[in-house]
């Protein structure tokens, strides 16, 4: 079987299924240009835990966890199935690795989850297994736990994560041009992931321009460090544009 690269999308907001945002249709023809998935596991940003497990569910609820959006959102439905055995050897490879397994008993997906897989596989019939970012750790943990996962994708598993290359929503401009602090950030890390320099990536928080403003809490740049482990050199950018002002919209592959 095809080795699968390991993605990190950029999800943005859930209105990115109907405004007409280019990344949805990125995604769609990466999926569309490689083999088929057995399975997906999915890191999201907004599935937060205190340790590592995996979810899995018989049937996914599909969880709306935002407000304010077109009532259109609230109507999507993404009813995948999980796969228990997945999650378990999943769960054993974590504490193969040294990790403290707590199991994911949770049984919905969070939008960051759904909404890119949505677009990608809008069937819903490929099984998803569910990962937690890990808000009170690191990137290098986060590295680590992309990295005991690797040999998944040799038996077609893609992983993915979920989050945002930029994340301020406290300076979100709706239709705005793109802030320079956000730009520069943004051109930082992509360049570091091209010049394969994994320390200075691990290393964004001291090492990249204007890292607080562009991340305040680092939950959704995470999980961009567990599909650079999973994956490993080299980087291929599917998408990259700035939506709203501040929000990166970037869609890496790696591997």
């Known amino acids: 079987m095809t080795r699968l690269p390991s993605l990190f999308l950029s999800h943005g907001a859930p209105t990115v299924l109907i405004d007409g945002s280019p990344a949805p249709a990125a995604w769609r023809r990466w999926a569309e240009s490689q083999p088929r998935p057995r399975a997906i596991v999915s890191l999201s940003a907004h599935r937060p835990a205190r340790l590592p497990g995996a979810g899995s569910a018989v049937q996914w609820r599909t969880v709306h966890d935002f407000g304010g959006f077109p009532e259109q959102l609230y109507r999507l439905q993404y009813p995948a199935v999980g796969e228990r055995a997945l999650a378990d050897d999943i769960d054993r490879r974590l504490a193969s690795a040294g990790f403290t397994v707590q199991p994911d008993q949770r049984p919905g997906l969070d939008h960051g989850a759904w909404v890119p897989l949505m677009a990608m596989y809008p069937d819903a019939d490929i099984p998803v297994v569910s990962l937690p970012v890990l808000p009170a750790e690191d990137a290098a943990t986060h590295y680590r736990l992309g990295r005991a996962l690797t040999e998944l994708a040799d038996d077609g598993v893609l992983l993915v994560g979920s989050g945002s290359l930029t994340h301020n929503l406290y300076e979100v401009a709706w239709n705005a041009a793109p802030e320079p602090w956000a730009e520069a950030f943004q051109r930082w890390m992509l360049d570091r992931l091209a010049e394969g320099d994994v320390d200075a990536v691990l290393d964004w928080e001291r090492q990249a321009p204007h ?21 490993g050199a080299p980087v291929t950018v599917l998408h990259s544009g700035m939506e709203h002002g501040s929000i990166a919209m970037d869609a890496l592959a790696f591997g």
């Open 211 to 231: 890292a607080k403003r562009n991340h305040p809490t680092a939950e959704h740049l995470l999980p961009l460090f567990f599909a650079l482990g999973a994956g």
